[in-house]
Every structure is written in structure tokens, then in C-alpha cells.
């Protein structure tokens, strides 16, 4: 049974820094690209990052955290991490992160089969 646990979200202000983690069991996800997205209350979730197994590891961000938020991936501890500096107030979410079908990296969300429960982050000004 495929289970994705993310951890690390919690109350920062604006400026600051976080670092979101997303656990894999029950699944070799070492060829399959892992995605993060959120959702802010009102609001359709929304791509954030996500990066492949393509031999080596190619990763790809949305607009509005592109120099801001990195994504990498730990195989040895079935891990994908997201960090986040700079942080804002528009940053404030529920995030999740989702095991992908094939190693290519897509920003819609039908392309991931699993989903974890989230970690809410929120920013203050």
C-alpha cells in the first residue's frame, strides 16, 4: 500500500524559511517524478514543483516560488524535500505531495495517482 506522509509545515513569518519533507512507503519511487502542490483556502490546488527520475534528477517550478523554493529527493530514505525561503504571505497553503505515474514531470494533477494529507504553512506579514 502506497502511503506519502509530508511533515515540516508550521506558522513563519514573511521573509522566513521552511523545509517540507514527504515520506514514500510501499513504493520504489525511484523512477517516478514527485510532485508538490497546494491549495489555499478558497482556491484550486495548484502545481508548485516537481522532479523526475530521468537517469539523473530534472526539476521544474511554477512561476511564483521559481528562485525561491528548491525541490530535491533522497532515494536512499524514499524522500522528497521542499525548501522554501523568502517566504510570503501569498505562500499560505495546505501543501501535498503526489507520486507521479511515469518519471516525466507534469504540472496537472491527473498525471499523480497518490496523494499524502498535506502540512499547512502559513506566512504572516
Known amino acids: 500500500q502506497v502511503q506519502l506522509v509530508e511533515s515540516g509545515g508550521r506558522l513563519v513569518q514573511a521573509g522566513g524559511s521552511l523545509r517540507l519533507s514527504c515520506a514514500a512507503s510501499g513504493v520504489t519511487f525511484g523512477n517516478v517524478a514527485m510532485g508538490w502542490f497546494r491549495q489555499a483556502p478558497g482556491k484550486e490546488r495548484e502545481f508548485v514543483s516537481a522532479i523526475s527520475w530521468d537517469g539523473g534528477s530534472t526539476s521544474y517550478y511554477a512561476d511564483s516560488v521559481k528562485g525561491r523554493f528548491t525541490i530535491s529527493r533522497e532515494y536512499a530514505k524514499n524522500t522528497v524535500y521542499l525548501q522554501m525561503n523568502t517566504l510570503k504571505p501569498e505562500d499560505t497553503a495546505v501543501y501535498y505531495c503526489?507520486?507521479?505515474?511515469?518519471?516525466?514531470?507534469?504540472?496537472?494533477?491527473?498525471?499523480?495517482?497518490?496523494w499524502g494529507q498535506g502540512t499547512q504553512v502559513t506566512v504572516s506579514s
Open positions: 503526489a507520486l507521479g505515474r511515469t518519471p516525466v514531470i507534469h504540472t496537472v494533477l491527473r498525471y499523480y495517482d497518490y
